[in-house]
């Protein structure tokens, strides 16, 4: 199993540029979410799935779409980049929503995005 | 508002034993979990705790107190291995929202 695959790993952005984080999990989890963590901060939700065809939005979710047209994948756009965005992206997968000793959380390694 | 709070740094010998406190202010409570970063790394998945008292996992255990919004992070028998960030977070409402802590740094001396 690969679990929660994140690409780009590292992404250089100008100003004004548009990108899109990719997430994929083969764990056939029905809830993904993406979160970004700032320098010496925890993490912070900036959208999520509860399944195909559904998103909501989390703590953060402003500059920021998704979408969720398989249960596999659930990419994250950056629609016009700022020096404010610049962070650590992870996104994550759970078979549901809540928690539980039978249903855990899995993040991906991280996409480090740097704005200029 | 949402909020938790747990100290910035901790630090401990090998072998020694180390809680990790976390208070928390929220609504809609569903459970309180924890996580382990080490640097440069994901989050890993530690524990979850959706009803008071105390849950272990191996040298990991977590406890919870409803009452009190609070929970703490037991580690025993330190390993080097352990120096890393240890994060709770904040389970609220039933949309699997999660609200993280700011992070606990512990540094496990030899």
């Known amino acids: 199993n690969a679990g929660v695959t994140q690409?780009?790993?590292?992404?250089?952005?100008?100003?004004?540029?548009?990108?899109?984080?990719?997430?994929?999990?083969?764990?056939?989890?029905?809830?993904?979410?993406?979160?970004?963590?700032?320098?010496?901060?925890?993490?912070?939700?900036?959208h999520y799935s509860v399944g195909a065809g559904?998103?909501?939005?989390?703590?953060?979710?402003?500059g920021y779409n998704v979408s969720?047209?398989?249960?596999?994948?659930?990419?994250?756009?950056?629609?016009?980049?700022?020096?404010?965005?610049?962070?650590?992206?992870?996104?994550?997968?759970s078979y549901s929503p809540l928690l539980s000793s039978g249903n855990t959380i899995y993040f991906g390694e991280g996409s480090w995005l740097t704005v200029v | 508002g949402q909020s938790l709070e747990q100290p910035s740094e901790v630090t401990a010998v090998e072998g020694a034993i180390v809680q990790i406190n976390c208070t928390y202010q929220t609504s809609?409570?569903?459970?309180?979990?924890?996580?382990?970063?080490?640097?440069?790394?994901a989050p890993t998945f530690?524990?979850?705790?959706?009803?008071?008292?105390?849950?272990?996992?191996?040298?990991?255990?977590?406890?919870?107190?409803?009452?009190?919004?609070?929970?703490y992070l037991l580690l025993q028998e330190l390993q080097m291995k352990d120096s890393a960030s240890?994060?709770?977070?904040?389970?609220?409402?039933?949309?699997?929202?999660l609200i993280f802590g700011q992070g606990t740094t512990l540094q496990v001396k030899p």
């Open chain 1, 54 to 62: 559904i998103t909501d939005q989390g703590e953060v979710p402003n």
């Open chain 1, 7 to 46: 690409t780009p790993k590292f992404q250089v952005l100008k100003t004004g540029q548009s990108m899109t984080l990719q997430c994929a999990q083969d764990m056939n989890h029905e809830y993904m979410s993406w979160y970004r963590q700032d320098p010496g901060m925890g993490l912070r939700l900036i």
């Open chain 2, 28 to 41: 809609g409570f569903y459970g309180l979990s924890w996580y382990q970063q080490h640097d440069g790394g």
């Open chain 2, 86 to 97: 240890y994060f709770c977070a904040v389970q609220a409402g039933n949309t699997g929202k």
């Open chain 1, 68 to 93: 969720r047209s398989t249960t596999e994948d659930f990419p994250l756009r950056l629609l016009s980049a700022a020096p404010s965005q610049t962070s650590v992206y992870f996104c994550a997968s």
């Open chain 2, 46 to 71: 530690l524990s979850y705790n959706g009803l008071d008292g105390l849950e272990e996992t191996g040298r990991f255990s977590s406890f919870l107190s409803r009452s009190d919004s609070y929970g």
